[in-house]
């Protein structure tokens, strides 16, 4: 089992910045595909970013390419979110998701087995 805590979201204006972190206990996450997807009010949980085991390997939903960005530290079982020029549509709660037994990233939230309680993010004008 993987236990996952979100921290670092809050209330920021638009074009500033946050940082998310995930951090992981109850077993080493290096070889744990990890993402960070998000939920509006009313809609689906979407992807943000994900990144491979090693870390060599990053995806993200095109609406935050260029803005945000994804990492992990391996050895302090973390993984956070550079969340930069931040938008009112970028408004979510944001959850930390590990992928069990595979390195490989995936979009989809289904291939994700562990979850954290979310961190919310809000962005005002």
């Known amino acids: 089992q993987v236990q996952l805590v979100e921290s670092g979201g809050g209330l920021v204006q638009a074009g500033g910045s946050l940082r998310l972190s995930c951090a992981a206990s109850g077993r080493t996450i290096s070889w744990y595909a990890m993402g960070w997807f998000r939920q509006g009010p009313g809609k689906e949980r979407e992807l943000v970013a994900a990144?491979?085991?090693?870390?060599?390997?990053?995806r993200y939903s095109d609406s935050v390419k260029g803005r945000f960005t994804i990492s992990r530290d391996n050895a302090k079982n973390t993984v956070s979110l550079q969340m930069n020029s931040l938008k009112l549509e970028d408004t979510a709660v944001y959850y930390c998701?590990?992928?069990?037994?595979?390195?490989?990233?995936?979009?989809?939230?289904?291939?994700?087995?562990?979850w954290g309680q979310g961190t919310e993010v809000t962005v005002s004008s």
């Open positions: 990144i491979s085991g090693s870390g060599g390997n990053t």
């Open positions: 998701g590990a992928r069990d037994a595979t390195p490989v990233v995936s979009a989809y939230p289904s291939n994700y087995n562990y």
